[in-house]
């Protein structure tokens, strides 16, 4: 069933940091609007939307209510002369310490290969799963043991490309924001020396590392059964064989890109490790250097599970080549980069699974490594136009996203936080504060702002998501959801049956329904996870 109606005044459900843009989001035609204290019912401010604004994503007429003067510390709700209430919020500057939290032990939950706990796993505890060697598809006799890293999402394959995304984020977020991770989680590794974000991460990047065929060098692109198991099957009883589907570049490269960053994040802390993922990474460049011209991946005939087929490597040879070129300082591999930089046939700015040249960009924009002065500026004048443009999108939304309509594709959520997280970055490089009120908005929407009203995080809001499409929530007979998930969020493609049946004709941003069927709008993966991580970890 689904529980999440459509909202009359949709705010951040988790509430607002003191000094934050808020901004109460309202149906109709708006007018006076107060703010009320939830615990006694006093009236402490009261304000004016703005003109109302036909919003074409929540096909909604909506009237902002900017209360962002109002910075007291407290419990309150927003209601309006019409008799309208919004869910009660805090204003707090800790607003968003829990959820971060949760939404980095998340990865945790997403452990494949070991037994998960009751002292860190509390009531979703498991047994250790996917323990058997992988076949590898068309060399059967052969056999890899590729166990641990993470599982995808609510079905338990394991990928090359959004791991190494997913990899990515968290290692980007400790880099430029140590201090959110000054906590222990706690995991089974807290040593109290190295944090437990890169304690999580190696678990990812160990397997990673597994997933590199010895043999070649080449990475192979996914590791998974030949289907997906049944909507409630918990992953210790998931037993099915396993397989290696082939090496292809995309995964290859993203792989020497993850790779060359950790060899360098990781140095301070455990230098063997590092000399491990350095050496990984060289040797999957020589595997790209000696394979130019590779065709995208594309799932062999048996094989059913998730494609994340890609026709263009180029991005993630960029990729691979910026952080080679940061790690090492060495010439051939900034050679290259200027090279795959002129050669401009894919996006330089995205953070996709499959577009994922903006982690090159980042790489070179930070490197201290020596710069080309005009590739470095034409990048920088890109990443802010690139910037600007978000803005001026979300400057024009009724809920102050950067999203247009035709972008509520399946996963959604992530390109709200991948856009966030460009925001955060061009702000931080030009030393702009202009994106800020921009970022505190996405993240406002994935709490509760929008035309929903639900919390796309499980576990936190008044109405977060209680039926992701998520097996071992599914299957483990506890009640709620493992906590800390993030929904992919609404898909205007229709992309399944409960979809094609109940959410056809629907705006773009509420196609969208809390429902365990509802795989193509409410599944969660650790790559939507993972740049909201980034994001929330620059407002904790
Ligand atoms: O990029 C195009 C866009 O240009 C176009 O306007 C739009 C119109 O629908 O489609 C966009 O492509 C979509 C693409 O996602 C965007 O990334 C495809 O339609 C859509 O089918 C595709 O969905 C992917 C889905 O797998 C199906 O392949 C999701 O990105 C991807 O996140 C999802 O990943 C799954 C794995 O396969 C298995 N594990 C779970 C995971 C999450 O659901
Ligand atoms: O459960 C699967 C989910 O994890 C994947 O992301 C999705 C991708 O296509 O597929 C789901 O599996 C469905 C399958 O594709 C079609 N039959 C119904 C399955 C859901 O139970
Ligand atoms: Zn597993």
């Given at each position: 069933m689904e529980h999440a109606q459509q909202n009359g005044i949709a705010v951040n459900q988790l509430g607002y940091r003191s000094r934050d843009a808020k901004i109460a989001v309202i149906a109709g035609q708006g007018g006076r609007f107060r703010i009320v204290n939830a615990e006694n019912g006093e009236v402490v401010w009261q304000g004016q939307t703005a003109p109302a604004i036909e919003d074409a994503s929540s096909g909604r007429t909506v009237s902002r209510g900017d209360f962002t003067a109002w910075e007291a510390p407290g419990t309150y709700r927003i209601e309006t002369e019409d008799g309208q209430s919004s869910e009660s919020f805090g204003i707090n500057d800790a607003v968003y310490?829990?959820?971060?939290?949760?939404?980095?032990?998340?990865?945790?939950?997403?452990?494949?290969?070991?037994?998960?706990?009751?002292?860190?796993?509390?009531p979703w505890k498991h047994e250790a799963c996917h323990l058997t060697p992988a076949i590898v598809h068309g060399h059967e006799s052969r056999q890899v043991d590729a166990w641990g890293g993470w599982h995808d999402a609510g079905d338990y394959g394991k990928y090359v490309v959004p791991g190494a995304k997913a990899a990515a984020d968290l290692l980007l977020a400790f880099d430029l924001y140590p201090e959110a991770f000054a906590q222990p989680l706690p995991l089974p590794e807290s040593d109290g020396r190295m944090p437990d974000v890169l304690h999580e991460c190696r678990y990812e990047?160990?397997?990673?590392?597994?997933m590199q065929?010895?043999?070649?060098?080449?990475?192979?692109?996914?590791?998974?059964?030949?289907?997906?198991?049944?909507?409630?099957?918990?992953?210790?009883?998931?037993?099915?064989?396993?397989?290696?589907?082939?090496?292809?570049?995309?995964?290859?490269?993203?792989?020497?890109?993850?790779?060359?960053?950790?060899?360098?994040?990781?140095?301070?802390?455990?230098?063997?490790?590092?000399?491990?993922?350095?050496?990984?990474?060289?040797?999957?460049?020589?595997?790209?250097?000696?394979?130019?011209?590779?065709?995208?991946?594309?799932?062999?005939?048996?094989?059913?599970?998730?494609?994340?087929?890609?026709?263009q490597d180029a991005d993630e040879r960029y990729?691979?080549?910026?952080?080679?070129?940061?790690?090492?300082?060495?010439?051939?591999?900034?050679?290259?980069?200027?090279?795959?930089?002129?050669?401009?046939?894919?996006?330089?700015?995205?953070?996709?699974w499959a577009d994922m040249g903006g982690y090159g960009t980042f790489a070179y924009l930070m490197s201290e490594q020596e710069e080309e002065p005009e590739l470095a500026q034409e990048l920088m004048a890109g990443l802010l136009r690139r910037a600007d443009e978000l803005a001026a999108v979300s400057d024009r939304d009724g809920y102050g996203l950067s999203l247009l309509p035709d972008q509520y594709i399946w996963g959604s959520n992530m390109l709200v936080m991948n856009h966030a997280m460009l925001l955060l970055v061009a702000g931080r490089l030009s030393g702009s504060e202009d994106y800020e009120r921009h970022v505190h908005e996405h993240v406002h929407y994935v709490f509760g702002a929008n035309v929903m009203g639900t919390s796309y995080v499980t576990g936190y809001g008044a109405r977060p998501i209680r039926h992701p499409h998520h097996r071992p929530s599914e299957g483990d007979g506890v009640e709620e959801p493992v906590p800390g998930l993030v929904s992919g969020g609404p898909n205007?493609?229709?992309?399944?049956?409960?979809?094609?049946?109940?959410?056809?004709?629907?705006?773009?941003?509420?196609?969208?329904?809390?429902?365990?069927?509802?795989?193509s709008t409410n599944e969660v993966a650790i790559y939507w996870n993972s740049p909201a991580v980034f994001v929330l970890s620059h407002l904790v």
């Open positions: 310490q829990d959820a971060h939290r949760a939404m980095l032990k998340a990865f945790y939950y997403f452990r494949c290969g070991a037994a998960l706990d009751e002292p860190h796993a509390g990047l160990d397997w990673l590392q597994r065929d010895e043999e070649s060098g080449g990475v192979f692109h996914k590791l998974t059964t030949l289907r997906f198991p049944a909507g409630d099957v918990m992953p210790e009883d998931d037993t099915a064989p396993l397989y290696l589907s082939p090496v292809s570049a995309t995964a290859t490269g993203c792989f020497a890109g993850v790779m060359a960053m950790s060899a360098r994040i990781y140095s301070p802390y455990d230098e063997a490790f590092a000399a491990s993922c350095l050496k990984a990474s060289e040797r999957a460049w020589a595997w790209l250097e000696d394979h130019p011209d590779e065709p995208g991946f594309r799932n062999p005939a048996e094989i059913a599970t998730g494609e994340y087929g890609d026709g990729w691979a080549a910026a952080e080679l070129y940061r790690t090492t300082g060495e010439t051939p591999y900034h050679e290259a980069f200027r090279a795959l930089a002129k050669q401009g046939s894919f996006g330089k700015y995205e953070l996709g205007k493609g229709l992309h399944d049956d409960y979809a094609r049946e109940h959410l056809a004709g629907r705006a773009p941003a509420a196609s969208f329904a809390d429902v365990m069927e509802s795989y």
